[in-house]
């Protein structure tokens, strides 16, 4: 589904990315994490098309895509919930989410798009509750889901998440991923960025671990967070002994 | 949603009627004319407040859009052709009723375009001018885009008070009225006066009803979403920039519009229609109307301009509206106009009594 070759990437003089080389699969998960500044959301950007690659070739759907802008590439499936969530906080949940449906305006009748929306009101179902409330007003939990929610209204074939775990309170993090695991189970292929590894793990069917711009592990999720390195780096199994 | 929103439209339309009811029983309709120059300005600004408030791109040079319009259309209703009467391209324009023939005031013949003719051509070149500079500026953010349509709008002056086809510093005047339908016409003296308060009106209510249904639509979502989050807005497949491009180039045919009609009611324009000052007073006004409101911006538009017309500032004018610029951006971002949000009173009073 998604084939990532040699990628390059950066802010300016920030020289980010140094060669990543990643595939995903039709309907699997994959988990890339990762310390803070590792690379991990410049990646997902550059997929996305919002950052330029300065060399690599990403591949989705047998198609090239490095260089396409931003829109074709929801257009052809490829969704990102940003970091951080971005949703539009002065528009309500409903606005929030025919956003979401923007590049499907042509293509699709309202019937369509209407009953897009009631599988994500089925999903998460304090949207369908809070439809006419602004979208400024919901938790962190809540705005997490609209902006998930926001991606979906594209029928991506690729959801790519980046950090959902962030900001949003331990009992919420344990709903959105138990959604996540329910779209997988759907058949939607997920590329998931986290910090929070010991979560993105457990939903995930593969990983990648980044240092600062390049790939140093992957592996299955199970080896993965099996790993000493891994567990000693990012699920802080070894704080325990140190402390005692 | 689908009724309410039109609430206010016809509200506002219930309003112009009392206003003009009460008017000519207090005898003052001489403040008619003021109002109905004041809803041609309030165009511009509601087309600004699109662009401003909507898609969050500031534009310092709006009269010089004015000024294409209005300009446009003076040269090409005031050139005399008679000269040229037998020339067949004249003759071709004629035999299509592009070209017409009238008196002006001193009982001169004068053969010309008409001023349909002279409108459609008006808002071509308005469209081809804001999509060549939209084009090229629209990328811009915050200071640049606002120092760059203030370059536009001062090249646009120079030309105007330099060229000798514009007038120079005496302007364009002997424009003639615009006959709209039979019987009907923008046209400045007096027996067409409680006419033409009700022609502008309708023009400013059908701009109104456009720019809501425009906010209420998938662009109006986009720009919305543009202006909070750019690259959120990115990331939902939103093309940012032909959302962007699109709203400038409305908004410049929208205040084209206003400095038509205008001309043609004043019946001449002059280069203080173009001055850079014009231009910061739209700012102002959108801006004290609460940026994203358009009733706001419709309404301030009226007052404010009307308070103008009728010298009320005096000499202070131009210097009045730059203190209300002033005084907005620091007592009150969010414009004068906009719902009470009593909850942050109640929160910010609470601070308070808490010390």
Redesign the interface.
């Known amino acids: 589904m998604l084939r990532i070759l040699n990628l390059e990437a950066g802010y300016g003089l920030l020289h980010i990315l140094k060669g990543i080389s990643l595939h995903v699969l039709p309907g699997e998960a994959v988990a890339i994490i990762g310390a803070n500044g590792a690379g991990k959301t410049t990646l997902l950007k550059t997929i996305a098309g919002i950052l330029r690659p300065r060399s690599g070739t990403v591949v989705f759907n047998k198609q090239e895509i490095h260089r396409e802008s931003p829109e074709k590439i929801v257009a052809g499936g490829c969704s990102l919930v940003p970091e951080g969530r971005h949703i539009f906080s002065t528009m309500t949940v409903k606005e929030n989410l025919l956003l979401g449906a923007y590049h499907r305006r042509r293509k699709c009748t309202a019937a369509d798009i209407a009953a897009s929306m009631e599988e994500v009101y089925d999903l998460f179902g304090i949207l369908r509750e809070r439809a006419n409330q602004l979208g400024g007003t919901l938790s962190g939990g809540q705005q997490q889901m609209l902006a998930i929610g926001r991606a979906l209204m594209s029928k991506p074939k690729l959801l790519m998440m980046d950090e959902p775990s962030l900001g949003v309170a331990p009992l919420t993090v344990r709903d959105i991923y138990k959604t996540i695991a329910r779209l997988k189970q759907n058949g939607l292929t997920i590329l998931l960025v986290e910090q929070n590894a010991q979560m993105a793990l457990a939903v995930a069917d593969r990983g990648y671990v980044f240092e600062t711009g390049q790939i140093v592990l992957e592996g299955t999720a199970r080896e993965l967070s099996d790993n000493p390195e891994v567990q000693r780096a990012y699920l802080g199994k070894d704080y325990q002994k140190i402390n005692e | 949603m689908g009724f309410r929103k039109y609430i206010p439209v016809i509200v506002t339309a219930l309003m112009v009627v009392g206003l003009q009811i009460v008017l000519s029983l207090t005898g003052a309709t001489y403040y008619l004319t003021q109002i109905t120059m004041s809803a041609y300005y309030a165009l511009v600004v509601i087309g600004l407040c699109l662009l401003m408030g909507y898609a969050g791109q500031v534009s310092l040079g709006h009269a010089g859009f004015f000024a294409i319009g209005g300009y446009t259309s003076a040269v090409l209703t005031t050139c005399n052709l008679i000269a040229y009467r037998d020339n067949s391209l004249i003759a071709w324009c004629g035999s299509l009723g592009l070209v017409t023939q009238w008196t002006d005031i001193y009982g001169k013949d004068i053969l010309s375009f008409s001023p349909w003719a002279a409108l459609a051509a008006a808002l071509l070149l308005t469209s081809l001018i804001a999509v060549l500079i939209g084009v090229s500026i629209i990328h811009l953010k915050g200071h640049y885009l606002a120092m760059a349509t203030l370059g536009f709008g001062l090249i646009i002056y120079r030309i105007v008070l330099g060229a000798q086809i514009f007038g120079q510093a005496d302007g364009i005047s002997n424009v003639p009225p615009f006959g709209l339908f039979d019987g009907l016409q923008v046209n400045g003296r007096l027996p067409f006066r409680t006419q033409n308060y009700y022609i502008a009106w309708v023009m400013v209510i059908t701009t109104m009803m456009l720019a809501i249904n425009l906010i209420d639509s998938?662009i109006g979502?986009?720009l919305?979403?543009i202006h909070?989050?750019e690259?959120?807005?990115?990331?939902?497949?939103?093309?940012t920039y032909r959302c962007k491009l699109f709203t400038f180039v409305l908004s410049a045919l929208i205040a084209a519009a206003g400095g038509i009609f205008l001309t043609h009611y004043n019946g001449s324009i002059g280069p203080s229609e173009v001055t850079v000052m014009k231009s910061i007073r739209y700012v102002a006004i959108v801006a004290v109307g609460g940026m994203a409101n358009l009733w706001g911006a419709l309404f301030m538009g009226i007052l404010l301009n009307f308070l103008s017309l009728r010298g009320v500032f005096g000499s202070y004018d131009d210097a009045v509206f730059g203190a209300i610029l002033i005084g907005i951006m620091l007592l009150a971002p969010q414009g004068l106009l906009r719902k009470p949000d009593f909850r942050a009173v109640l929160s910010f009073l609470s601070k308070r009594s808490h010390g």
Do not use: D, P
Request: charged share 20%.
């Open positions: 998938h979502r986009a919305r979403s909070q989050n690259e959120a807005a990115h990331s939902l497949g939103v093309n």
